[in-house]
């Protein structure tokens, strides 16, 4: 196991397409997120799951955003009618448990949209 | 809600130089993790404090958890390039990020 992973690595598509990100966690971390980061910024939390459970959304994530964990191991990231507004880096993280141990992000998927 | 603000925002240093940079939260923490971002790159976790007054070192990084576990900070000693980068603290529970300091290191 070499860490998060995240695909596609970049993506450009046009305003009002739908756009699909995959994570893959660590294998035996049970707690996966979704963050969002614009440049100059920190990264911002969008939503976690514990296993296949979606414990936590941010009240900043619209209706247009949704995410699934549907057997506790990957993760996907759906945003539809995208807006130029969504073009960011989405970061997915892992970790092993609450708050014992760090947080292990992946390299992030990148965002245009035009 | 929980917030996390980081000062300075930016420092640039001649390499040798020792940087510091302060998190303070609105809230107090039950621990705090620290991250560092390199351009181009991703978080990485640093370390986690803990407990009040806790202070915790990495070769030349020093890390410092406040006695009333509302604000942090770390001191790099002797800068070297390969310290560049931005350095962030996130509060606990789905840890919320501060805006980080980035770090310049000039050769």
């Known amino acids: 196991d070499t860490g998060v992973s995240q695909d596609p690595r970049h993506k450009i598509t046009k305003r009002g397409q739908n756009v699909t990100f995959r994570c893959d966690p660590i294998?035996?971390?049970?707690?996966l997120y979704w963050y969002r980061q614009t440049l100059g910024q920190g990264p911002e939390f969008l939503t976690y799951?514990?296993?296949?459970?979606?414990l936590e959304k941010s009240r900043l994530l619209s209706d247009r955003f949704s995410a699934e964990r549907p057997k506790g191991s990957f993760s996907t990231l759906e945003i539809q009618r995208t807006e130029q507004g969504d073009s960011a880096m989405y970061l997915c993280?892992?970790?092993?448990?609450?708050w014992g141990e760090g947080y292990t992000f992946g390299s992030g998927t990148r965002l245009t949209v035009v | 809600g929980q917030q996390v603000m980081q000062i300075p925002q930016y420092q640039h240093v001649q390499e040798g130089e020792d940087f510091t940079t302060y998190c303070n939260s609105s809230?107090?923490?039950?621990?705090i993790q620290w991250y560092k971002q390199r351009p181009g790159g991703h978080p990485v976790f640093l370390i986690q404090?803990?407990?009040?007054?806790e202070v915790k070192k990495q070769k030349r990084l020093t890390f410092q958890f406040g006695e009333a576990k509302k604000n942090s900070s770390l001191h790099i000693t002797a800068t070297q390039t390969t310290d560049v980068g931005t350095y962030f603290c996130?509060?606990?529970?789905?840890?919320?990020f501060g805006k980080g300091t980035m770090l310049l290191v000039s050769p």
């Open positions: 993280a892992s970790s092993p448990s609450a």
């Open positions: 809230t107090t923490l039950s621990n």
């Open positions: 404090l803990v407990k009040s007054g």
């Open positions: 996130a509060g606990r529970g789905t840890l919320t």
């Open positions: 294998s035996e971390h049970n707690r």
């Open positions: 799951f514990q296993n296949e459970a979606q």
